[in-house]
């Protein structure tokens, strides 16, 4: 699942690398790695309700 800041971090980095901008491309890269870091959030987040709802759902039996 790629999130809105990875697209943009990606065109960043492109477009800083395309006309050698080492300060824009740093920025995409940044940007890339927020992205990253908010993915990986949301998984662990989805992971822990889908943990919490399975135990839930067992003691209810």
Known sequence: MTNFDQIKGKVKETAG?????????????????????????????DRAKKASDDARSRFAE
């Open 17 to 45: 690398e395309a006309v050698d901008n080492d300060r824009l491309a740093d920025k995409g890269r940044a940007d890339r790695a927020k992205g990253k870091a908010k993915e990986a959030a949301d998984k662990a987040k």
